[in-house]
Each structure stands twice: as C-alpha cells, then as structure tokens.
C-alpha cells in the first residue's frame, strides 16, 4: 500500500516524534509530550496563563498521580464503613454539629395558634437528623416549613369547623323559626342538668360531638320539657294536689338558677309558681 494514500497520513508529522521534536501539523505547533512520556518545557502555554500552576507536573504520570491524590481528598458523604475521623471532616464542612443537641431546636416564641409543639417528638427527629448528617441550617428550615404547614392545616380546620356550624346553626334556625334563642336556652339548660347529674365533662371530645349534632340539641330541647312539665307535676303549686310546699332553699333555686325548670315561669310571673315561691320564702 502506498503511504501517501494512507488517510492517517493525510495530516502530516506525526504529533510524537522519536527525537522529541513536533510535527509540523497542519498549522505548525509544536508537540507537547516527549518520546519518553515528559512534558516538553512549557508545554502548558498552550492553555492559558490560568494554568500556569500545571508547569510544575513533568510528565502524565505526575499529573494522573494528582489528580488521583486531588480525588481521594474530595469530601463524600459517610457510608456504613466511614472512619470516625471521615465523619468529622464531613460535618464540618457540611455545617454538621458535633451532636444532636447542638441543633438548638427551640419552641418558637410566635408558635402560630392551633400548632403544638412536642420537645420529645423534635428531639427525636434531631437524632435522627444528626444520624444521617443532616446540617444544622437544613433541619432548621425543615422545621420551619413544617411550623408552615401546620399553620396553614389549623386555619383551614378552623375555617372548616365555623363552616360547620354555621351550618348547623341554620338548620336549627329553619326549624324553630323566632323561638329559636329560646329553644337553645332551653335545650342548654337540660343539657347542663343531665350532664352534672352524670359527672360528665362538658368539655370532653365525647361531649362537644353531642352538643354539635343538631338532633341531639333537639333532643334535648324536649327533654327541656319534660323536665318542666316534672317539675310542676312533682312540686306542685298552692292549692294543688302536688301540696304546694316548698323551702326557702328551693324557692332561692327558682329565682336564682336558670337550670330550675320553673325559674323560667317565674320570670314571666306565671301566677302559680310565682305565689308557691313566695310561700317557701316565708316557710
């Protein structure tokens, strides 16, 4: 075969020579790596007076040789297998504190209503956060966005829960019409009897679902009732069968406790229970 054919000698001096001198090339620079694999000298200008530090390297095997030292410095984040001192070095430079504590993950003076805070549930989740090298500004702004969330979450079930009621306000308000205040004070009133005659909390999660639920406010709005009818039947008013006495005690409790099921009565100056209290306040 005919050399001056051959295409991979189209370019001209081949870029390593045996006595170290370049080939002409196609625009006649000079050849940067010797024969016995040294730089030449300067054979870093070619790349620009930023990499004037790389003139110190003679030869590919000093520069392969930092390269590979330049790699293995290189910070990694710790596997199962890093050493104590890996660790370390990791944490400082990723703003990793010594321990879990050196967070300084404090309740916040502004905590947004209706979020809580837990000091065990962020101690733990500090522990967990120094376990896998979390940075200490990392966590913080998570639990910030958290703080966020939360907020966000109690707003909307407050809005939710007004919602609600309003809702069922306007049920109660459909039925009853111009006697609603009057029913509810009613309803209220039986509610407060029942519930202290059984040691109920009023307050309790069990309790407030029941004086939501518009049935049951009805419901008690008749027992209201019975309870009113009971006690005019059980006490009795002068000149009844019921015998119409009672103490001075009962009759305070008529004036005084909008409980009383006739303590109604007597504010309107329903003659009967009106005369009974005065003969139990001079009994």
Do not use: C
């Amino acid at each position: 075969m005919d050399p001056q054919n051959n295409d991979e000698n189209k370019g001209g001096a081949p870029l390593l020579n045996g006595n170290g001198a370049g080939g002409a090339g196609g625009g006649g620079s000079a050849a940067w790596v010797n024969a016995d694999g040294s730089f030449v000298d300067g054979w870093h200008n070619q790349f620009g007076e930023e990499y004037a530090g790389l003139g110190k390297f003679k030869s590919a095997a000093d520069l392969a040789k930092s390269y590979r030292h330049l790699e293995s410095k290189q910070p990694h984040v710790p596997g199962e297998g890093a050493t104590p001192e890996e660790v370390a070095r990791w944490r400082g430079l990723a703003g990793v504190p010594e321990n879990a504590d050196g967070y300084g993950l404090k309740k916040p003076d502004n905590l947004p209503a209706g979020v809580e805070w837990n000091d065990e549930q962020v101690k733990v989740l500090a522990d967990v956060a120094h376990q896998h090298h979390v940075p200490k500004a990392a966590l913080q702004a998570m639990l910030d966005k958290q703080v966020e969330l939360e907020r966000v979450a109690a707003e909307k079930q407050v809005a939710e829960q007004a919602a609600e009621q309003e809702k069922r306000v306007n049920e109660l308000k459909g039925s009853w019409g111009n006697e609603f205040a009057a029913k509810m004070q009613s309803a209220g009133q039986a509610w407060s009897q029942m519930a202290g005659r059984l040691g109920l909390d009023e307050n309790s999660d069990e309790a407030m679902a029941l004086r939501n639920n518009t049935a049951f406010v009805k419901i008690m709005h008749h027992v209201a009732q019975f309870m009113q009818d009971d006690g005019r039947k059980s006490i009795g008013t002068p000149g009844s069968q019921g015998g119409g006495a009672i103490g001075k005690e009962r009759a305070m409790r008529i004036i005084t406790d909008e409980s009383d099921p006739l303590h109604d009565d007597y504010i309107k100056g329903e003659p009967g229970v009106t005369a009974l209290v005065r003969a139990g306040l001079v009994s």
